[in-house]
């Protein structure tokens, strides 16, 4: 009768240390499915179709960190493009200078209102001056937030008699307002931005 019950009470152990393997062989088999399931669908996400041309087209969408330093220096570039190029037209001035308020905070209008006061845009348009810049580098601190940044160019100042080149030095900080519009695509915003430097190079005449 005891061998019976020694007999029974080993079975049970052995039914035992089945049943929780094969529980935890589950949870395990549960948590892979879950995770090629989530992984599946993160895949699935990050593929989208392009309609171009009459052409549907693959493209993978990548996490926004892989190109933020190029997403921010080219925010830097188009605001400095549509602040500093300008033709003397007033209402072309007025349409830049607008594009490029969208994408910074009150320290560029309050720079735009010092030119406006200053009578600057009115002696382009009276001189017939064009001015534009090309830009020589752009320098962001992605250690830091906001994002320091500092801008190197060169601006020319061209009339029909000679051209003016400059050197232009900027510098501010890039806040992420994660609101991407027609008027900021990137969804960035500088602040802080002011001009460090504004000389003349050379006067060339023409």
Same mark, same amino acid.
């Given at each position: 009768?005891? &061998? @019976?019950?020694?007999?029974?009470? &080993?079975?049970?152990? %052995?039914?035992?240390?089945?049943?929780?393997?094969?529980?935890?062989?589950?949870?395990?088999?549960?948590?892979?499915?879950i995770y090629k399931?989530?992984?599946?669908?993160? &895949?699935?996400?990050?593929?989208?179709? !392009?309609?171009f041309n009459g052409?549907?087209?693959?493209?993978?969408?990548?996490?926004? #960190?892989?190109?933020?330093?190029?997403?921010?220096?080219?925010?830097?570039? &188009?605001? %400095? @493009?549509?602040?500093?190029?300008?033709?003397?037209?007033?209402?072309?001035?007025?349409?830049? !200078?607008?594009?490029?308020?969208?994408?910074?905070?009150e320290s560029a *209008? *309050?720079?735009?209102?010092?030119? *406006?006061?200053?009578?600057?845009?009115?002696?382009?348009?009276?001189?017939?001056?064009?001015?534009?810049?090309?830009?020589?580098?752009?320098?962001?601190?992605?250690?830091?937030?906001?994002?320091?940044?500092?801008?190197?160019?060169?601006? #020319?100042?061209?009339?029909?008699?000679?051209?003016?080149?400059?050197?232009?030095?900027?510098?501010?900080?890039?806040?992420?307002?994660?609101? @991407?519009?027609?008027?900021?695509? %990137?969804?960035?915003?500088?602040? *802080?931005?002011?001009?460090?430097?504004?000389?003349?190079?050379?006067? #060339?005449?023409?």
């Amino acid at each position: 009768m005891f &061998t @019976q019950l020694k007999n029974i009470d &080993t079975a049970f152990q %052995h039914i035992k240390r089945f049943s929780l393997f094969l529980i935890l062989a589950n949870a395990l088999v549960m948590c892979f499915c879950i995770y090629k399931s989530y992984d599946m669908v993160s &895949t699935a996400q990050s593929r989208v179709h !392009i309609l171009f041309n009459g052409k549907v087209l693959e493209a993978v969408a990548l996490d926004r #960190k892989v190109n933020l330093q190029v997403e921010l220096k080219d925010h830097i570039k &188009t605001f %400095h @493009q549509y602040f500093f190029d300008l033709s003397p037209d007033d209402k072309a001035i007025q349409a830049t !200078i607008a594009k490029a308020l969208y994408l910074a905070d009150e320290s560029a *209008k *309050k720079q735009y209102d010092n030119l *406006k006061e200053s009578g600057y845009y009115n002696n382009l348009i009276s001189a017939n001056i064009s001015q534009d810049i090309e830009i020589d580098s752009i320098r962001v601190d992605l250690n830091q937030y906001p994002y320091p940044f500092v801008f190197y160019a060169t601006q #020319k100042l061209v009339r029909s008699t000679s051209t003016l080149k400059r050197k232009l030095i900027t510098q501010g900080q890039v806040r992420d307002i994660k609101t @991407q519009t027609d008027n900021n695509p %990137h969804g960035f915003l500088i602040q *802080k931005w002011e001009t460090l430097v504004n000389t003349d190079l050379n006067h #060339k005449a023409l």
